[in-house]
């Protein structure tokens, strides 16, 4: 059964720190990886998206990588902010549109 | 604002009623996609729709049914709603099949009491 499985399931961190997220993955086959920020009460944003072949992507201050070995990403925030505060979710594709496995996300809060 | 239109943005009905979701697409995007998300819940594939006809299904409830227009946009339709059908109703859409990613709408509150 493909899964995705997100830690740590909640985070709280200082204004300005670093912090790290995690995703694991069991899809199969595998076509790419995403990373989607979702602010309470509204819809997915993506950040990121990566092919077999990525193994890091940027959007400003957010760093995805991928292990396509190990079936692990992570998603690195430099410098949060306040606005970071939301929910991470990684998201597997098989490449149809039916069988996106979504992870049940990683809640982060960025407090002063 | 994503391009992703869904209204209405709350609904509040009895069990037992039906109502319908609307969703207009990015402008260009020929895909619609349709997400619940129930509370703490990750989101659940149900349904997809490219350019009116329907191309993938996913857990979507013999209750529930949808369709896509020739203009594009799409309705998600809801009947003998149950309490458990109280959830986020997200519509996606894309240029094709959505390799590349989607771009969701802000969702349709659902509550059903």
């Known amino acids: 059964k493909n899964q995705v499985e997100q830690s740590p399931q909640s985070l709280i961190i200082l204004e300005g720190k670093n912090c790290t997220l995690q995703?694991?993955?069991?899809?199969?086959?595998?076509?790419?990886l995403r990373w989607y920020k979702q602010d309470t009460g509204r819809g997915p944003v993506s950040l990121t998206i990566?092919?077999?072949?990525?193994n890091t992507k940027s959007n400003g201050r957010y760093t995805a990588t991928l292990d396509a070995d190990t079936k692990q990403s992570s998603l690195h925030i430099t410098a949060s902010q306040l606005s970071d505060s939301a929910s991470y979710i990684c998201?597997?594709?098989?490449?149809?549109?039916?069988?996106?496995?979504f992870g049940t996300g990683t809640r982060l809060q960025v407090t002063l | 604002d994503s391009g992703v239109t869904q209204t209405p943005k709350h609904l509040i009905t009895a069990t037992g009623q039906r109502v319908t979701l609307r969703c207009s697409p990015r402008?260009?995007?020929?895909?619609v996609y349709w997400y619940q998300q129930s509370l703490d819940q990750g989101l659940q594939f149900l349904i997809q729709?490219?350019?009116?006809?329907?191309?993938a299904k996913g857990n979507i409830l013999e209750r529930f049914s949808a369709q896509q227009f020739p203009d594009l946009h799409s309705e998600l339709n809801l009947s003998s709603l149950e309490l458990g059908d109280s959830a986020l109703y997200f519509c996606?859409?894309?240029?094709?099949?959505?390799?590349?990613?989607?771009?969701f709408g802000s969702g349709t509150r659902l509550t059903v009491v």
């Open positions: 996606a859409s894309s240029e094709g099949q959505g390799y590349y990613g989607y771009t």
């Open positions: 995703c694991n993955y069991t899809v199969s086959p595998f076509s790419n």
């Open positions: 990566m092919t077999f072949s990525e």
């Open positions: 998201v597997v594709s098989d490449g149809t549109a039916s069988k996106l496995t």
């Open positions: 402008s260009g995007d020929l895909s």
């Open positions: 729709y490219y350019n009116g006809e329907e191309r």
